[in-house]
T-cell receptor, first 112, second 110 residues
């Protein structure tokens, strides 16, 4: 069955370290998204991609980067982790032209 | 003003009752509207989408959209304890990025 996976599921890191969160989907979807979820804020869009080599900034992109080298993967990199980036991160994907997004299981990141 | 607003709750209803969840949005150009359900510690899952004014029914769920009032709601009939979750309203504004509300926590008491 097609699915979307994230790894690691839990990560603890220190301030200033570089961290990469993986997202892999086997739906063959063109569109992929990264969100963070914090109490009181709901889901906020970090970056998104509409296809290979395409990346776009979302509403909370500062301190994050993504690259899209193939259809299946959209890794999210925190260049220098900050305590404010402690959150639950969700990856999602959708088919080209479709609005419905399917979410991965999430990664809980703690920055100490 | 937040782009998508929901009452955070908690909303508590007895089993078998109708649960009514509400959402307002700020961008008049929004075209697509969604309701996601999220159980504690899990990822959001889509339960309803609606694109035109009026009601859309799917089993025990009914989504209602009023674009003039910039208002979308979700009704859950015959509420069950398994419906206890956080419900997220999501809107596609004119610029195509999805915007989510903070969610309403629903508790259905047996």
């Amino acid at each position: 069955d097609a699915e979307i996976t994230q790894s690691p599921r839990h990560k603890i890191t220190e301030t200033g370290r570089q961290v990469t969160l993986a997202c892999h989907q086997t739906w063959n979807h063109n569109n992929m998204f990264w969100y963070r979820q914090d109490l009181g804020h709901g889901l906020r869009l970090i970056h998104y991609s509409y296809g290979v080599q395409d990346t776009n900034k979302g509403e909370v992109s500062d301190g994050y980067s993504v690259s899209r080298s193939n259809t299946e993967d959209l890794p999210l990199t925190l260049e220098s982790a900050a305590s404010s980036q402690t959150s639950v991160y969700f990856c999602a994907s959708s088919d080209q032209g479709a609005r419905t997004q399917y979410f991965g299981p999430g990664t809980r990141l703690t920055v100490l | 003003q937040k782009e998508v607003e929901q009452n955070s709750g908690p909303l508590s209803v007895p089993e078998g009752a109708i649960a009514s969840l509400n959402c307002t949005y700020s961008d008049r150009g929004s075209q697509s509207f969604f309701w996601y359900r999220q159980y504690s510690g899990k990822s959001p899952e889509l339960i309803m989408s609606i694109y035109s004014n009026g009601d859309k029914e799917d089993g025990r769920f009914t989504a209602q959209l009023n674009k003039a009032s910039q208002y979308v709601s979700l009704l859950i009939r015959d509420s069950q304890p398994s419906d206890s979750a956080t419900y997220l309203c999501a809107v596609n504004p004119a610029n195509n990025d999805m915007r989510f509300g903070a969610g309403t926590r629903l508790t259905v008491k047996p």
